[in-house]
């Protein structure tokens, strides 16, 4: 068990709908991080927050948004679904120092149909 | 831009074998960060191993042991008697830090069968 939560576990919902993926990071981490895992693109980093604030971005399409909260958890919305974005989506947390090690979460799998 | 190489795509090996998987990495930066992670059936994602640039020692952890030579930027993994719980998708990747970003770019990973 990394120590990183997220939910929902499996996600099933039809194009053009909008959900939201919760993350929960290690106690004591500043940093969240999504990525998104599919057959096509392999493991592809989103986004980073960073105590509240957004530090970087990847490839994250318009549609997709994100938010980490004085909590420290993080929130990822995907908005106008497509069949495309059916992929599995991970949030990790590191400590404040950049080059320490990523701990993953289970991850949510996300299939629009 | 960092690129990380995973040219083995699926080994298959007969347990108790050694097994070596790849890893050859592209960055212009002197600071960097390699890490190894598995990825079992189940599907999380399992951190096994970080090295920094500046640190080419070998490590060996119980079975597993890591390879580092930045004279051809490589950071192989060896399973010395694999397990048929070895068996899985391994990642590797690389991390360059710029200020609090520190994204991790990944291989595209090498699938790791073992049967019994």
């Known amino acids: 068990d990394s120590g990183v939560t997220q939910t929902p576990k499996h996600l099933i919902t039809a194009t053009g709908q909008r959900v939201t993926l919760r993350c929960s990071p290690r106690s004591g981490d500043l940093s969240v991080y999504w990525y998104q895992q599919s057959l096509d693109q392999g493991l592809q980093f989103l986004i980073q927050?960073?105590?509240?604030?957004?530090?970087a971005k990847g490839n994250i399409l318009e549609r997709f948004s994100a938010q980490q909260f004085p909590d420290l958890h993080s929130e990822l919305n995907l908005s106008s679904l497509e069949l495309g974005d059916s992929a599995l989506y991970f949030c990790a947390s590191s400590s404040s120092r950049g080059y320490n090690e990523q701990f993953f979460g289970p991850g949510t799998r996300l299939t629009v149909l | 831009a960092q690129k990380v190489t995973q040219a083995q795509t699926e080994i298959s090996v007969v347990e108790k074998e050694d097994v070596t998987l790849d890893c050859v990495y592209e960055?212009?930066?002197?600071?960097?960060?390699l890490f190894w992670y598995k990825q079992p059936p189940s599907g999380e994602l399992v951190f096994l191993i970080r090295?920094?640039?500046?640190?080419?020692q070998n490590e060996i952890s119980g079975r597993y042991s890591w390879n580092f030579q930045k004279s051809t930027s490589s950071f192989n993994f060896t399973i010395t008697a694999s397990q048929v719980v070895d068996s899985a998708v391994y990642f590797c990747?690389?991390?360059?830090?710029?200020?609090?970003?520190?994204?991790?770019?990944f291989g595209k990973g090498i699938t790791l069968s073992v049967r019994p």
């Open positions: 960055t212009r930066d002197t600071t960097y960060y």
């Open positions: 927050y960073y105590n509240g604030e957004e530090r």
């Open positions: 090295r920094n640039s500046f640190d080419e």
């Open positions: 990747a690389l991390s360059v830090v710029t200020g609090a970003n520190s994204k991790l770019t």
